[in-house]
C-alpha cells in the first residue's frame, strides 16, 4: 500500500511541477495588470495593492485593443468557417470518393504539413501584393485557408475514413447525389471532428503573429496579437499596461481552453484509431 501511495506521489511531483510552471506566469501577469506603475517600479514581484482595472481599460481604449480584438474576431472566424468548409469537402473526397489520383493529392496534404511558412513566405507576400490583397481582410483570411488547409485536410480525412462504406452505398441506393451524401450524411457524422479541428484552426489563428503581420502592415488593421507585440515597443517603461494588453490577447484563448479542453484533445487524436 505504501509502494503505491508512494509511486503516486512520484507521479505527482512533476507534473504539479509542471502546472506550477504553466500557471505562474499568467498570475504574474494578471498581478502586474493590476498594478501602478510606481508599483510595478519599486517592486515588480509585490501583490498588487488592490484590484485596479486602469491598465485594462486603457489598453482596450487607449491603445486600440479593442479595434485590434474585433480585427481578429473577423478574420479568425471567416477563416475557420471557410477551412472547415474545404476541409470537410476534401476530407470526404480523398476518404469516401476514390478517383484516380488521390492518393497523390492526400501525400499531397501530407507533405504540406512539413513545410514552414517561412519558406513560403516571400513567394505569399509576392503573390499577394500582385492580386492587391495586401492589408486586406480577404488576404489574411486567404493566406490562414492556405497555411492551415492541409491539416484540416489531413484529420477530417483520415476521421471520415473510419466512416463504414455500407452507410454511403446505403445512401447512394436511396437516391443521394455524392452532395446530398456529403450533406445529409458525412457533415452529421463528421460534426464532433468538425468541432474539435475548428477549435484549433481558431487556435491557430488566433495565437499567429507572423502571417498576420506580414499581411496585415497598417496599425488599422492590425490583429490582437500583433498590437500586443507593437505594445512592448510603444510601452516599454509602461510594463503594467503592455501586461494589460497580454492579459487581454490570452483571455480568449484561456477560456477556450478551459471549455472546451475535450474537443481539443479529440481533435488531436481525431481519425487515430479505426471505429
Known sequence: MSGNRGGRWLAALPMGILAVATIYPLLFTANVAMKTRREYVLDRFSVAGAVRLDNITS?????????????SVVVVTAAVVLLLLLGSMAGFALSQSRFRGSSVLF???????????QVIMVPLARVMADTGLIDTYPGLVLA?????????????????RTVAPEIIDAAR???NSLYGVYRRIMLPIGAPALLSVGILNALFCWNDVL??????????????????????????????????????AAAPVLLLYLFLQRQIADGVTAGATKG
Open 59 to 71: 489598453a482596450w481604449t487607449s491603445v486600440g485593443m479593442g479595434r485590434y480584438f474585433l480585427n
Open 107 to 117: 501525400l499531397g496534404c501530407l507533405a504540406a504539413l512539413f513545410i514552414p511558412f
Open 144 to 160: 490562414y485557408v492556405a497555411q492551415f488547409l492541409p491539416f484540416t485536410v489531413f484529420l477530417m480525412t483520415s476521421y471520415y
Open 173 to 175: 441506393i436511396d437516391g
Open 211 to 248: 502571417i498576420a503581420l506580414l499581411m496585415m502592415p497598417s496599425a488599422e488593421h492590425r490583429t490582437l496579437m500583433v498590437g500586443v507585440t507593437a505594445l512592448r515597443g510603444q510601452y516599454s517603461a509602461n510594463i503594467p499596461t503592455f501586461a494589460a494588453g497580454v492579459l487581454i
